[in-house]
């Protein structure tokens, strides 16, 4: 047996600390050598219970280590190209959280550095494409199992957003993860994106305007529209209905067990993603540590971060201008083929 892949999880927060946890109890094949957090007591304080693990507020003192097999990147997107780029230069395996950048620009320069290093070496964490709905509802579209898909309706819905949470974080950080979908779904590229904003919540915080309905067409003219609504106060929801020729799926319906009691019936609402989505990130990260063990990714690449983050741009564009905003994409490398 191979010794366990030497984990460094740069970004110790709501996100960083759930993989360490992750990494640390239920992954196999893996092990966390350090964790990088610019707030040292967070990274000392993530470290403790793990035996041999190293605290670091740098990630420099990590690329300076040479017994470090890969890293997961788990800072906020603004930060993740000053993490990318030198991994790259080193060839060193990441697992980037979603969005490899936060626009199209800087996206693109993370996968120039790629081809530059010759392999795929940065999987982006778009953990719903290992969801079982997930990979039920794209089984179905592939096989036309009720003729031909012709739309996608989506709900992303939030209980409240973090401090900080721009208007523009909506599309950047929440509708991201349905611009992925539609590509996984449809295995084609979004080509335009428009955005409505009605009546707005009172809970929206100051700058926000929430919900958001977003409309984007792919390739071959499939319709796909989101509510994004991330103060919605009674939990989280994230689900999907496909209208096909033939018949309606629906995946990421409510949660079992469904329960009669004391007079009423129903189940339980999921209070965040981490509940939501515990297993598909497991099977994220599991797919990606046996992956890496064999010097590959094994899920989406920068180059659909990079697509995703286009489409981003677009949808920032559409929240201002309330225009159909056309996505650009450069030409895909060879190396993404
Ligand atoms: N896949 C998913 O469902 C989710 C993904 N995310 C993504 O995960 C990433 C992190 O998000 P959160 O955990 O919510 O953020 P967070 O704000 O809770 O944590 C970020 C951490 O990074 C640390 N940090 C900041 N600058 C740093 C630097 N220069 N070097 C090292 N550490 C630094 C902070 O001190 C903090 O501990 C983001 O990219 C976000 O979009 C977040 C939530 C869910
Ligand atoms: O990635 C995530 C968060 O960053 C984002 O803020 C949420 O809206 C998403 O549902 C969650 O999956």
Same mark, same amino acid.
């Given at each position: 047996m191979n010794a366990p892949l030497r984990i460094a999880v740069v970004g110790a927060g709501r996100m960083g600390a759930d993989h360490i946890e992750r990494l640390h109890r239920r992954i196999a094949g893996?092990?966390?050598?350090?964790?990088?957090?610019?707030?040292?007591?967070?990274?000392?304080?993530?470290?403790?219970?793990?035996?041999?693990?190293?605290?670091?507020?740098?990630?420099?003192?990590?690329?300076?280590?040479?017994?470090?097999?890969?890293?997961?990147?788990?800072?906020?997107?603004?930060?993740h190209e000053q993490v990318l780029l030198p991994a790259l230069g080193k060839g060193l395996p990441v697992l980037c959280e979603k969005p490899l950048t936060p626009d199209a620009e800087s996206s693109w320069r993370v996968v120039q550095a790629e081809v530059a290093a010759g392999r795929q070496l940065v999987q982006?964490?778009?953990?719903?494409?290992?969801?079982?709905?997930?990979?039920?509802l794209r089984r179905m579209i592939e096989e036309r199992t009720y003729g031909e898909l012709l739309t996608l309706h989506h709900?992303?819905?939030?209980p409240t957003t973090p401090p900080g949470f721009t208007?523009?974080?909506?599309?950047?950080?929440?509708?991201?993860?349905?611009?992925?979908?539609?590509?996984?779904?449809?295995?084609?590229?979004?080509?335009?994106?428009?955005?409505?904003i009605g009546r707005s919540t009172r809970n929206a915080p100051e700058g926000q305007r929430d919900p958001q309905l977003v409309l984007m067409e792919t390739e071959s003219g499939v319709l796909a529209q989101v509510e994004a609504y991330?103060?919605?106060?009674?939990?989280?929801?994230?689900?999907t209905q496909a209208s096909f020729e033939t018949g309606v799926v629906g995946i990421g319906g409510d949660q079992e067990p469904y329960v009669r009691t004391e007079g009423r019936w129903g189940g339980s609402v999921t209070p965040g993603f981490e509940?939501?989505?515990?297993?598909?990130?497991?099977?994220?990260?599991? &797919?990606?540590? !046996? /992956?890496?063990? $064999?010097?590959?990714?094994? @899920?989406?690449?920068?180059?659909?971060?990079y697509a995703?983050? &286009?489409?981003? !741009? /677009?949808?920032? $564009?559409?929240?201002?201008? @309330?225009?159909?905003?056309?996505?650009?994409?450069?030409?895909?490398p060879s190396l993404y083929a």
């Open positions: 893996a092990e966390v050598a350090a964790v990088v957090d610019i707030d040292r007591p967070r990274a000392e304080a993530a470290v403790a219970h793990i035996p041999g693990a190293v605290a670091h507020t740098d990630f420099q003192e990590v690329l300076d280590r040479d017994d470090i097999d890969a890293a997961l990147l788990a800072t906020p997107g603004f930060l982006v964490g778009f953990m719903r494409r290992f969801d079982t709905g997930y990979l039920a709900q992303h819905r939030n208007n523009e974080m909506i599309i950047n950080d929440s509708v991201v993860h349905e611009f992925d979908a539609v590509r996984f779904f449809t295995g084609e590229e979004i080509v335009s994106v428009q955005v409505r991330v103060n919605a106060r009674f939990g989280y929801q994230v689900s509940e939501r989505f515990a297993e598909a990130y497991d099977r994220e990260i599991q &797919a990606w540590v !046996e /992956a890496t063990a $064999r010097g590959e990714i094994g @899920g989406p690449s920068a180059w659909d971060g995703t983050a &286009a489409c981003c !741009e /677009a949808g920032v $564009r559409a929240q201002s201008s @309330g225009e159909t905003v056309p996505v650009h994409l450069e030409a895909k």
